[in-house]
């Protein structure tokens, strides 16, 4: 079992910047490729960004450039960098975890998530 925390979010004006931070308790969270998604109200949940478990990054494309994701094992801390944010980056962000090497971009594939965190960005 992997506990999953998420914190950082809030409001911020459109070309700020948020950092986003989500730490995994429990199992070694080495162990997971982590991920990154978000959910803007009526719309589904979708990818935002993930790191292999050798740290390997993938990003979806409306936030290549902009996003950035890290990971730090010694803390059990995944990080989500996010510059020259857009209100259309409104949503709740969610962690998860994946027990995997191989690394997935859809919701599903994921057995862990943390409840959650606001970013809302204004225009």
């Known amino acids: 079992q992997v506990q999953l925390v998420e914190s950082g979010g809030g409001l911020v004006q459109a070309g700020g910047s948020l950092r986003l931070s989500c730490a995994a308790s429990?199992?070694?969270?080495?162990?997971?490729?982590m991920g990154w998604f978000r959910q803007a109200p009526g719309k589904d949940r979708e990818f935002v960004a993930v790191?292999?478990?050798?740290?390997?990054?993938y990003y979806d494309d409306s936030v290549k450039g902009r996003f950035t994701i890290s990971r730090d094992d010694a803390q059990s801390t995944v990080y989500l960098q996010m510059n020259s944010l857009k209100p259309e980056d409104t949503a709740v962000y969610y962690c998860?975890?994946?027990?995997?090497?191989?690394?997935?971009?859809?919701?599903?594939?994921?057995?862990?998530w943390g409840q959650g965190t606001q970013v809302t960005v204004s225009s």
């Open positions: 998860a975890a994946r027990a995997s090497l191989v690394v997935r971009t859809t919701a599903t594939d994921y057995d862990y």
């Open positions: 429990g199992r070694t969270s080495s162990r997971y490729a």
């Open positions: 790191i292999s478990r050798t740290g390997n990054t």
